[in-house]
């Protein structure tokens, strides 16, 4: 693949100097590995997107209807959460296949078991098939699928944030986060069309299953992808020279829990809005809204657009004003934010989509360097790992209960439930941040 061929635009990071003079004529380009990033990321969250609609649209009907809409509802927001929860145990299992059989092979069994957990999910018989085993299995597929994430580590932000020059590194911060934003598009895109192409009966029928069976195939296109990124002689090099290689998780913890906690903690504000404007609204919007459906996930994708565009300028802003004083600056503006939840969330349509839209842009500003702005702290040899740590528990932490929590809390106490929820990620967000300064200064 030669850069020329893409079909999107992406950044161009020829001017980063320890990367280009990393490549020969054989090797990957710069522009190659930003488009295999960002395939990569595409696909994982493609993946999680998919069944975090499904967990409102089908889920709720096909597996739970011995329950109200909104137990049913919760309870799959509570499989949703599993595969946070696995997430971290798949760090570990990856690091380890990676320290004997190496990245490649590690690569290529996370991706094989996250696009198998996943089109199995289009195989699952519903609840009046085979009763509770039905729930079961989606479950084991579930914590599959997290498991396969925490192992698909592939230590690019770690990379980058080493290798290019200082002034430069929230603009390539950025490049993997533009993952977020297209693996969603594509997700509400196709659940859109199905849901407005087929009758409720048929969509609940056969429908919904296509999009899994879709995340197969954009897994092996992303599995060949990132395989030719990571095997690949020059990126191996690089890693090499970096000392970026996998250490035990029990040794980063011992020796590097400190960091890994405040890199989990730095991002939650962040976190805690990903699935507040993406899961959230659909179930919220579903149960106590007349709105459509439909509008409601064109309204999401045009806002995942937005995100995108915003993400890109938080590379841009975050060299100027500094990685961390912009993930400051906007947990601010999303605790201003999440104070005028419950009046947009309840002023109808026209509230529910300035929601939507506004969240989504603060997500795109935010989310764009929440990844590993605080991973300097980490030693040289523990950085991979710290790194894939600080990930998974801010994921777990931030994001894996948020739809959970906010509707449930919601639904009983109403929405000043979701300002809660966020202002919380607002404040751990800022303190973490505080600290990481404090033991800079302590340290110079």
């Given at each position: ?39 990569g ?48 145990v ?66 690019l ?7 290019v020059?200082?002034e ?9 986060q ?38 197969f ?12 990124l990571v ?6 090099e ?17 020796g ?75 947990a601010v ?7 005028a ?11 529910n989509n ?11 500003l935010?989310?764009g ?6 991973t ?9 790992t710290?790194?894939?740590l ?9 994001a ?10 919601s ?25 990481n ?8």
């Open positions: 693949m030669s850069s020329g061929s893409v079909a999107f635009p992406v950044p161009r990071i020829e001017d980063a100097n320890s990367l280009s003079r990393a490549h020969t004529d054989e090797d990957l380009t710069p522009n190659e590995i930003a488009v295999g990033v960002i395939i990321r595409s696909s994982e969250y493609f993946d999680f997107f998919v069944f975090g609609i499904a967990c409102v649209l089908v889920f709720p009907f096909t597996l739970f209807p011995f329950m109200s809409r909104l137990d049913a509802t919760l309870m799959a927001f509570a499989v949703f959460a599993l595969a946070f929860v696995a997430r971290p798949g760090t570990a299992i990856g690091m380890a296949v990676q320290r004997r059989w190496g990245r490649g092979t590690k690569l290529t069994l996370a991706m094989l078991a996250l696009g198998v957990c996943t089109v199995g999910m289009a195989f699952l018989p519903n609840y009046e098939s085979i009763g509770s085993t039905a729930i079961v299995v989606l479950i084991v597929l579930r914590i599959g699928q997290g498991l396969a994430l925490g192992g698909s580590w592939d230590g932000p770690s990379l980058l944030a080493m290798a020059p200082k430069r590194r929230g603009w390539y911060a950025m490049i993997g533009l993952g977020a934003p297209l693996g969603f598009i594509t997700a509400a895109a196709l659940f859109a069309y199905l849901y407005s192409s087929l009758p409720v009966s048929e969509f609940l029928d056969w429908g919904w299953r296509y999009p899994f069976f879709v995340a195939a954009i897994n092996v296109v992303a599995l060949f992808a990132r395989l030719r095997v690949g002689q020059s990126y191996a690089l890693l090499q020279a970096r000392e970026l290689e996998p250490a035990s998780v029990t040794e980063v913890m011992s590097q829990g400190r960091n890994v906690l405040l890199g989990a903690f730095a991002a939650l504000a962040s976190l805690a809005l990903f699935h507040l404007v993406t899961v959230f609204p659909l179930s919220w919007i579903s149960m106590y809204s007349e709105q459509s459906m439909v509008d409601v996930l064109n309204v999401q994708i045009f806002g995942g657009v937005l995100a995108a565009v915003a993400i890109v300028i938080s590379g841009w802003l975050a060299d100027r004003v500094g990685r961390r004083n912009l993930l400051g600056s906007m503006l999303i605790g201003l934010f999440s104070l939840a419950p009046w947009l969330l309840g002023g109808g349509p026209m509230g300035l929601f939507i839209l506004m969240g989504f842009i603060l997500l795109g935010s989310y360097q929440s990844s590993g702005t605080v300097n702290n980490f030693s040289t040899e523990f950085r991979y710290g790194a894939a600080s990930t998974d528990l801010a994921w777990l932490f931030g894996a209960f948020a739809p959970l929590v906010a509707l449930g809390l639904a009983k106490f109403g929405l000043m439930a979701v300002s809660l929820y966020l202002l919380s990620g607002v404040v751990c967000t800022l303190i973490a941040l505080r600290i300064r404090l033991l800079e200064q302590r340290e110079a």
